[in-house]
C-alpha cells in the first residue's frame, strides 16, 4: 500500500520510486516483419503511463512482453530488475481479446485467476463480490457469457483483473467496448484503485482524453515499427475528478499536443 500520493504531488513521489518495469533497446520481429522498436523506456513503481500510437505500431506487443508471453529479438525487458523470461505472475492483464470461458458463470470466471493462485475460499468470494460490483456487474454473478453484451463481457474481464489484486495491471483498450457514461464510471473507479493500491498502471488506448485523465505520463509511439517518439508529462492535479478534469485550461491543451505528436508528417 501506498499512501505518498495522498500527500504530495504524485509526479514527485513517483520519479523517486524504483523502476518497475524497463524496455532496453528492446525490438520485436515476425518473421521478416520489423513490428516494434528500439524502444527504451521506463516505468516506475505506482506510476500510471499511457500509451497511444497508430494501429499496428506495436502496442499490444509491448504488453505482451512485459507479461512475459513474448520475447523480444533484441534488447530486454526487465520487470523489478530481472530480464522477463517466463510468465509474469505479477502482472493482471486485460487484454483487447476476450478469454470468458463459455462454461463458466460471471463469478467462476473472475474467480478463475484465485483458483489458480489457491486463495481460500472465502477470501476469493469476498474478492470476487468487490470486483464485480465495482465493474457494475451486481445481479449477474450466476449469468453466463452467452448472456452478456459485449461491453459486459469486457467488465467480466476487468472485474476478474481487479480480483487478483496484481501489483502491475497491464489494460489494453479496456474500455472500448463501454458506453460513454459506463467508462467515465470506469475511470473513475480505476483511479480510486490506483490511488489505494500503489500499483503500477500500462495503460494502452486510442482515446487521448482517456489518457490524460487517467495518466502520469503518455507515451506517443510513432507508426510501425513503434517507437516512443514522445512523452508527455502530465501535470494535471491528484486526485482527480474525471468531470472536473476535463475543464481545466491544460487539459484542452494536452490534447492538442497528443494530437499534433501523433501525427505522422
Ligand atoms: N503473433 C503475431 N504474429 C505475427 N505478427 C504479429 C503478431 N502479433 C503482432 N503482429 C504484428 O505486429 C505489429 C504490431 O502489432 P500489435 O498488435 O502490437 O499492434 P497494436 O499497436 O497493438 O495495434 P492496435 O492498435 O490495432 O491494437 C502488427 O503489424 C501485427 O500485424
Ligand atoms: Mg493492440
Given at each position: 500500500m501506498s499512501v505518498h500520493r495522498l500527500q504530495s504531488s504524485p509526479m514527485n513521489a513517483v520519479s523517486e520510486e524504483p523502476v518497475a518495469i524497463d524496455f532496453d533497446g528492446v525490438v520485436a520481429r515476425f518473421g521478416a516483419l520489423?513490428?516494434?522498436?528500439?524502444t527504451t523506456l521506463s516505468v516506475r513503481q505506482g506510476e500510471f503511463l499511457a500509451v497511444v500510437g497508430p494501429s499496428g505500431c506495436g502496442k499490444s506487443t509491448l504488453l505482451n512482453m512485459v507479461a512475459g508471453t513474448l520475447r523480444p529479438a533484441e534488447g530486454v525487458v526487465r520487470y523489478k530488475g530481472d530480464?522477463?523470461?517466463?510468465?509474469?505472475?505479477d502482472v493482471g492483464y486485460i487484454t483487447q481479446k476476450n478469454f470468458c470461458?463459455?462454461?463458466?458463470?460471471v463469478e467462476a470466471n473472475v474467480r478463475l485467476p484465485l483458483e489458480f493462485r489457491r486463495i481460500p475460499k472465502a477470501e476469493a468470494a469476498r474478492r470476487v463480490r468487490i470486483a464485480i460490483d465495482k465493474v457494475g456487474?451486481?445481479?449477474?454473478?450466476?449469468?453466463?457469457?452467452?448472456?452478456?453484451s459485449g461491453g459486459m463481457l469486457q467488465r467480466v474481464m476487468i472485474a476478474r483483473t481487479l480480483a487478483y489484486e496484481p501489483d502491475i495491471y497491464l489494460m489494453d483498450e479496456p474500455f472500448g467496448s463501454l458506453d460513454a457514461q459506463l467508462r467515465t464510471r470506469m475511470h473513475g473507479e480505476l483511479l480510486k484503485l490506483w490511488q489505494e493500491t500503489g500499483a503500477t498502471f500500462v495503460f494502452v488506448t486510442h482515446d487521448l482524453q482517456e489518457a490524460i485523465t487517467l495518466a502520469d505520463r503518455v507515451v506517443v509511439m510513432s507508426g510501425?515499427?513503434?517507437?516512443?517518439?514522445r512523452v508527455v508529462d502530465i501535470?494535471?492535479?491528484?486526485?482527480?475528478d474525471v468531470i472536473d478534469i476535463q475543464s481545466n485550461p491544460a487539459f484542452g491543451a494536452y490534447v492538442k499536443e497528443l494530437w499534433a505528436a501523433l501525427d505522422v508528417h
Open positions: 520489423h513490428a516494434m522498436g528500439p530480464a522477463v523470461t517466463a510468465i509474469n505472475h470461458l463459455p462454461w463458466r458463470t456487474l451486481g445481479g449477474f454473478e450466476k449469468a453466463y457469457p452467452r448472456q452478456l510501425r515499427p513503434g517507437r516512443p517518439k501535470e494535471l492535479p491528484r486526485p482527480r
